[in-house]
Protein backbone atom coordinates (compact mmCIF):
# COMPACT_ATOMS: atom_id res chain seq x y z
CA UNK A 1 0.00 0.00 0.00
CA UNK A 2 0.86 3.43 -0.88
CA UNK A 3 1.16 6.07 1.33
CA UNK A 4 1.30 10.10 0.97
CA UNK A 5 3.51 12.41 2.45
CA UNK A 6 0.31 14.68 2.95
CA UNK A 7 -2.24 13.28 5.54
CA UNK A 8 -5.91 15.44 6.18
CA UNK A 9 -7.57 15.79 9.55
CA UNK A 10 -11.18 16.77 8.22
CA UNK A 11 -12.13 16.77 11.95
CA UNK A 12 -9.73 19.23 12.95
CA UNK A 13 -10.36 21.23 9.85
CA UNK A 14 -14.36 21.39 10.99
CA UNK A 15 -13.66 22.69 13.87
CA UNK A 16 -11.83 25.63 12.69
CA UNK A 17 -14.92 26.37 10.30
CA UNK A 18 -17.20 26.05 13.05
CA UNK A 19 -16.20 29.20 14.72
CA UNK A 20 -18.21 31.56 16.25
CA UNK A 21 -17.60 34.86 13.58
CA UNK A 22 -19.16 36.98 16.34
CA UNK A 23 -21.57 38.35 12.97
CA UNK A 24 -18.70 38.77 10.66
CA UNK A 25 -18.12 37.97 7.35
CA UNK A 26 -15.24 36.75 5.32
CA UNK A 27 -15.40 38.29 1.72
CA UNK A 28 -13.05 36.51 -0.48
CA UNK A 29 -11.97 38.25 -3.30
CA UNK A 30 -11.24 36.97 -6.53
CA UNK A 31 -9.52 38.17 -10.02
CA UNK A 32 -7.81 37.41 -13.25
CA UNK A 33 -4.05 38.21 -13.01
CA UNK A 34 -1.36 39.22 -15.80
CA UNK A 35 -1.03 35.43 -16.72
CA UNK A 36 -4.96 34.03 -16.75
CA UNK A 37 -4.50 32.87 -13.31
CA UNK A 38 -6.89 33.20 -10.25
CA UNK A 39 -5.01 35.90 -7.02
CA UNK A 40 -7.72 36.19 -4.04
CA UNK A 41 -7.31 37.70 -1.06
CA UNK A 42 -9.52 37.77 1.89
CA UNK A 43 -11.08 40.84 3.62
CA UNK A 44 -13.38 40.86 7.46
CA UNK A 45 -16.62 43.08 6.76
CA UNK A 46 -18.39 43.66 10.00
CA UNK A 47 -21.69 42.05 8.91
CA UNK A 48 -23.14 39.78 5.84
CA UNK A 49 -23.46 42.09 2.49
CA UNK A 50 -27.19 41.66 0.95
CA UNK A 51 -25.84 43.23 -2.29
CA UNK A 52 -22.80 43.87 -4.81
CA UNK A 53 -23.14 47.56 -3.81
CA UNK A 54 -22.27 46.72 -0.15
CA UNK A 55 -18.60 45.51 -1.00
CA UNK A 56 -16.37 48.09 -0.64
CA UNK A 57 -13.31 48.79 -3.42
CA UNK A 58 -9.95 47.22 -2.35
CA UNK A 59 -6.55 47.36 -3.74
CA UNK A 60 -3.55 45.43 -3.96
CA UNK A 61 0.21 45.72 -5.28
CA UNK A 62 0.10 45.09 -8.61
CA UNK A 63 4.02 44.75 -9.67
CA UNK A 64 3.78 41.68 -7.59
CA UNK A 65 1.34 40.19 -9.91
CA UNK A 66 2.47 41.61 -12.91
CA UNK A 67 -0.32 44.06 -13.15
CA UNK A 68 1.37 47.39 -13.02
CA UNK A 69 4.60 49.04 -12.95
CA UNK A 70 6.47 49.54 -9.25
CA UNK A 71 6.48 52.94 -9.91
CA UNK A 72 2.52 52.86 -9.52
CA UNK A 73 1.71 49.94 -8.44
CA UNK A 74 -2.00 50.28 -6.69
CA UNK A 75 -4.55 48.19 -8.40
CA UNK A 76 -7.81 48.71 -7.34
CA UNK A 77 -10.22 45.73 -7.29
CA UNK A 78 -13.97 46.72 -8.28
CA UNK A 79 -16.69 43.96 -7.14
CA UNK A 80 -18.78 42.77 -9.79
CA UNK A 81 -20.74 39.76 -8.55
CA UNK A 82 -21.25 38.16 -5.07
CA UNK A 83 -22.22 34.47 -4.16
CA UNK A 84 -22.06 32.21 -0.76
CA UNK A 85 -18.83 30.81 -0.08
CA UNK A 86 -18.86 26.63 -0.60
CA UNK A 87 -15.51 26.34 1.46
CA UNK A 88 -16.37 28.80 4.28
CA UNK A 89 -20.39 28.07 4.69
CA UNK A 90 -21.98 30.58 6.53
CA UNK A 91 -22.52 33.79 5.86
CA UNK A 92 -18.85 33.88 4.29
CA UNK A 93 -19.20 34.96 0.11
CA UNK A 94 -16.65 34.66 -3.15
CA UNK A 95 -16.64 38.13 -4.36
CA UNK A 96 -15.28 38.06 -8.02
CA UNK A 97 -13.30 41.67 -8.96
CA UNK A 98 -12.31 43.62 -11.96
CA UNK A 99 -9.11 45.41 -11.55
CA UNK A 100 -8.91 49.30 -12.04
CA UNK A 101 -5.68 51.54 -12.06
CA UNK A 102 -5.25 54.51 -9.76
CA UNK A 103 -6.18 56.17 -12.89
CA UNK A 104 -10.15 54.78 -12.62
CA UNK A 105 -9.28 53.29 -16.20
CA UNK A 106 -9.58 48.95 -16.04
CA UNK A 107 -6.27 47.34 -16.15
CA UNK A 108 -5.04 46.46 -19.20
CA UNK A 109 -5.78 42.92 -18.29
CA UNK A 110 -9.24 43.54 -17.37
CA UNK A 111 -10.67 41.32 -20.00
CA UNK A 112 -14.13 40.98 -18.51
CA UNK A 113 -14.34 44.87 -18.60
CA UNK A 114 -14.50 45.08 -22.50
CA UNK A 115 -16.75 42.07 -22.36
CA UNK A 116 -19.15 43.31 -20.29
CA UNK A 117 -19.65 46.50 -22.87
CA UNK A 118 -19.85 44.28 -25.30
CA UNK A 119 -22.58 42.37 -24.02
CA UNK A 120 -24.47 44.91 -22.95
CA UNK A 121 -24.67 46.51 -25.83
CA UNK A 122 -25.90 43.26 -28.03
CA UNK A 123 -27.97 42.25 -25.20
CA UNK A 124 -31.22 43.16 -26.80
CA UNK A 125 -30.39 40.26 -29.83
CA UNK A 126 -31.09 37.63 -26.38
CA UNK A 127 -33.77 35.09 -28.07
Given at each position: MSSSAFTTNTANLDKYLKLDQKGKVIAE?????S???TRSKCKTLPKKPTSVKDLPEWNFDG???????GDNSDVYLRP??????PFRGGDNVLVMAECYMSDG???QYNYRHDA????????????
Open positions: YVWIDSNGSSTEQAPVAMFPDKPNNLLMEEFAKHEF
